[in-house]
C-alpha cells in the first residue's frame, strides 16, 4: 500500500514538471525567442519604387495611386493597403498647399506608423484625424490633417530622407516622430544585405543555429534579423556608440530641418539607452519634446506591430498629449 502510494507522488510530480516545462517552452518561444516575432515588413517589391541612392541602398517610395491587398490567418480581416498619388499610405490625397485654418500634422516612423496588418483607415494616423475633427473645437483652426508618412522597415536615416524628399513639403504645423530602439540599432543596409543573401540561398546549418525553420516563407528575414542582432550585441558599449552615430545625427538632422514642434513618441518597453538618447533632444524651452508610451496591444504571438485596439491606444495617447500642449485653448 505505502509503495502504490509512493508511486502515485512520484507519477504526479512528473506530470506537473512536464507540464512546468511545457509551460516553460512555450512563454520562451512567445517572449523570448527573437526569430519568432519579428518586422516582417510584408510588401511586396510589386507595391515599391526603389530609388537609386549612394548611400542608402534599399531606399524606396510607395507605390503611387494604388491598392495591395494582404493576408494571413491569423488576422481578424483581410488588409487592403491604400497609397495616395504621393505615395503615401492614405486613404486621403493631400494638397502640398495647407488651406487657411488647417492645422496640419505629419506622423513619422516605420511599419508601427505606416500600419502594418491594418485597414488604412484604422490606423492611428487616420483616427486621431477623425477623432480631431468630431471632437474638438479651436478658435483659430477650422480642419484638422494627420499625414502618414510611415514607411516598412525604415530606419532613422531612411524615415529621414522620407521627410526630406516627401514631407518637408507639406509644412506640418506639428511632427510626431514614433521611434524605436530598432530605428536606431538596426541599420537597414547591413540587414537587408544579409536578407538577399539568404533569399538566395538559406543554408540549413545556420537556420538551425537561429532555429529557423528554412520552409518558413520568412526564413531570409528572420536569420538575417537574428545574426545581425547577435553581432551587435557582441560589440563593446563604444563601438556600439560609433556605429549607431549615423542614425542619431539623422534624427538630428530632421530637427535642425522642421520648423515646427516635434513629438518624439517612444514605447516604454524600448532599451534605456536608446530612449536617453531621443529624450537628450527634448531639451527644455526647445519645440522637442518627448513622451513614452506603454499598454500597446499587437498580433502577438504572430507578429509584433499594433492591431487594431493598440492603434487606437496609440491615438487616444496623442489626442490627450495635444490638448493638454498645443491645442490648450481648444476645447472637446
Known sequence: MVIQKEKKRLLLVFLLICIECCVIIFIWKVFFNKT?????????????????????KYYYT??????YEESASW??????YHFNKDGLADIVDYDVQKSDGTFRIMILGDSFVFGMWVNPYKNFSKQLEKLLNTKVTCPSIQKFEVINLGAPGFDALYTAKRYADIGAKYTPDFLIWF???????????RYHEREELYKQNINADIAKTYNVDVQDP????????AEYMEAFEKLSKNQQETFIYPEIEAIQSV???STSQLLFLIPQEEEEIYKKRVK???????SVSYQEIE??????????????????????IIFDYLLSTTLQSCRK
Open 179 to 189: 521611434l524605436r530602439g530598432e530605428n536606431i540599432f538596426m541599420n537597414m543596409d
Open 218 to 225: 520568412y526564413a531570409p528575414s528572420k536569420i538575417a534579423y
Open 255 to 257: 530637427i535642425k530641418q
Open 75 to 80: 488576422l481578424p480581416e483581410k488588409v487592403t
Open 280 to 286: 537628450a533632444f527634448a531639451v527644455p524651452g526647445s
Open 62 to 67: 510607395l507605390s503611387q495611386d494604388s491598392d
Open 36 to 56: 519568432k516575432v519579428l518586422q516582417h515588413n510584408a510588401l511586396s517589391r510589386a507595391s515599391l519604387m526603389f530609388v537609386p541612392d549612394s548611400q542608402l
Open 295 to 316: 499598454g500597446i496591444e499587437t498580433f502577438s504571438p504572430n507578429d509584433y506591430h499594433p492591431n487594431v485596439q493598440g492603434h487606437s491606444h496609440i491615438t487616444q
